[in-house]
């Protein structure tokens, strides 16, 4: 009789990666407000860089509850895997060696610094993106030019302002609609990490889903202008999905009023058709806006 055949072992996913992995604390990225420790995760033969943000070293804030920075940085990523732009690089709510909080996968740029949280190359700042452009800046004119679009003013020292940029990409519409959506009230130029093969990733979605308009971002470019038909069939996906699978599993991580209220956002978008404008009952731009 002949041996069974030997089935080769399933590789390790990245969910598996993250949820089951030991995490290794290597450091603390010390500019951050928040607990933010660098650490590497390792599972069935797979490692991995990433992030582990504890419950345990957030910040209290006055405008959201205490200890849900990390499920509200969960939520973003279950978002954004529901419009299928993978913006938000894999993240999970496990057990860490500080007690529970939010793991995600670090970012490695272009030229193979660390900067940001997220990526190990399986396919699954400001500054370069990837392909050789920038996608924020600082010019010395009235109007941008070719390719750029408006955010406003900006102090630059002694007196002097410059129009603040952001590039005409399709990758940062992507994320000004995802945005609004979750309703970040935090979109920095630092939170902007491209990757190696073109990718854009966002960071750092702790001050997420407020039953609040609470939007503040750098991304006012196209601020009142016609969604695009990619983007109007995506809220579409994704007002079905609050109402099953997604709204399920965002239940798990917010309140039942904030996702009310992330349902009513998808249903404005798509009633209005337009990319949102600043309310003026709030400061539109971050501050620091890097």
């Known amino acids: 009789m002949s041996a069974p ?9 990245t969910a598996e990666l993250l949820t089951q992995g030991e995490l290794t604390v290597r450091g603390r990225i010390r500019e951050a407000s928040n607990a933010v420790l660098l650490c590497d995760v390792s599972y069935a033969g797979r490692e991995a860089a990433c992030v582990y943000k504890p419950v345990a070293g957030e ?14 940085e969960v939520a973003a990523y279950e978002v954004s895997e529901a419009t299928g732009w993978g913006l938000v690089p894999p993240t999970v709510l496990r057990d860490g060696p500080y007690g529970e909080g939010m793991c995600q996968l670090w970012i490695e740029s272009p030229d193979g610094d660390g900067s940001g949280e997220g990526d190990t190359g399986d ?31 900006a ?7 410059a129009l603040l940029v952001h590039a005409d990409d399709e990758r940062l519409r992507r994320l000004a609609v995802l945005d609004a959506v979750i309703n970040n009230a935090d979109r920095k130029g630092g939170h902007l990490l491209p990757a190696a093969g073109g990718r854009l990733y966002g960071i750092d979605h702790g001050v997420t889903f407020n039953t609040e308009n609470k939007l503040r971002t750098l991304l006012w470019g196209w601020a009142g202008k ?10 579409e996906r994704l007002r079905e999905g609050l109402e099953g699978t997604l709204g399920a599993r965002l239940a ?11 349902r009513a956002r998808v249903a404005a978008l798509l009633a209005s058709g337009r990319h949102p404008e600043p309310s003026g009952e709030w400061p539109a731009i971050p501050w620091p806006p890097v």
């Open 252 to 262: 798990e991580l917010i309140t039942e009023a904030e996702l009310d209220a992330t």
């Open 59 to 72: 910040q209290p804030l006055w405008d959201f509850p205490d200890g849900t920075l990390a499920q509200r």
């Open 155 to 161: 102090e630059v020292g002694e007196g002097r302002t």
């Open 226 to 235: 016609k969604l695009t038909p990619e983007a109007v069939e995506t809220l």
């Open 123 to 153: 396919g699954d700042g400001t500054g370069d993106d990837g392909g050789g452009g920038a996608l924020l800046a600082l010019v010395d004119a009235e109007e941008p030019g070719d390719g750029w679009k408006a955010v406003g003013l």
């Open 5 to 13: 055949e030997r089935i080769p072992p399933r590789g390790v996913t």
